[in-house]
């Protein structure tokens, strides 16, 4: 069945924010996300592909499996496909799911019961390149939470779900928060607030193996703001040997939960 204009015009106007969080939905672009949502239980209400799809192996599989869990399909045309599109070659498939959160009360249960616990606390990180790769960064490394600031680009922004390559349904994530009341809580519950600045005194090397951290991450435009140093046990910083200016957020977010990982998984 083709698809109907009000449906592709759904998907057009889904790009906008504004429109999809009045409406709770979100896009989901190719077979490895759509795959990745459908494993992860999240509700995908359709699914649209063009011929370009049917051309693929094992596509006619695919397309059954979705069925079988009664998610309707409908036939795009490739110029309408291309208007929707946020990828310079689509792989013909697109879908539209519903949004998903996780409760605050829910993922400090998780934690608290935890003897090592690892949150990143993300202040104005606007490039959805950027979070998408934290995301996949946070997932190597087995994080517990992505804290994201309400300055913060959007979770369910195409261009970062498709950054995230999946990761975005394997770790725990609450946006658009007030980013200091939750590093006041966490550090009433006994975590060691730790935000990351080229300016700091502590080299993240010499931290002590403390039982449950927050890594708090800013902008490389800004840095971290001040009220959220004020509240940190300590600056730390990852020193440097060359002659770069400075490193892009999701690297360095990779280095210190790189180290973190291997002094909590491999004791």
């Not at 799809?53 to 309408?80: P, T």
Request: aromatic share 10%; proline share 1%; net charge positive.
């Amino acid at each position: 069945m083709k698809i109907s204009k009000h449906k592709f015009s759904q998907l057009q106007l889904l790009k906008n924010k504004k429109y999809r969080y009045r409406t709770g939905l979100f896009i989901l672009e190719g077979e490895r996300l759509i795959k990745d949502a459908v494993k992860f239980g999240a509700e995908i209400l359709y699914v649209a592909h063009s011929e370009r799809f049917l051309k693929g192996q094992q596509s006619q599989e695919f397309l059954n499996h979705l069925k079988n869990r009664k998610i309707e399909i409908y036939e795009i045309g490739e110029s309408e496909l291309e208007r929707v599109s946020e990828v310079e070659t689509s792989q013909g498939i697109i879908a539209v799911a519903k949004m998903f959160e996780y409760s605050w009360e829910d993922v400090i249960k998780n934690v608290k019961q935890k003897k090592y616990a690892t949150v990143v606390a993300l202040d104005e990180i606007s490039d959805p390149g950027n979070l998408g790769a934290i995301f996949r960064v946070c997932d190597w490394f087995k994080s517990d939470l992505i804290l994201i600031s309400d300055m913060s680009v959007d979770v369910f922004n195409p261009k970062t779900l498709r950054a995230t390559m999946g990761s975005v349904f394997n770790v725990p994530f609450l946006q658009n928060v007030d980013l200091k009341n939750y590093l006041v809580e966490l550090k009433n519950l006994g975590f060691k607030i730790f935000s990351t600045s080229p300016s700091g005194k502590v080299d993240f090397h010499d931290l002590k193996d403390e039982d449950k951290v927050v890594f708090v991450f800013g902008s490389e435009a800004h840095g971290i703001r001040n009220e959220f140093l004020k509240i940190s046990d300590a600056v730390i910083k990852i020193r440097k040997f060359g002659k770069a200016e400075s490193l892009n957020v999701a690297v360095s977010t990779g280095i210190i939960l790189s180290e973190r990982a291997y002094s909590i998984f491999e004791r």
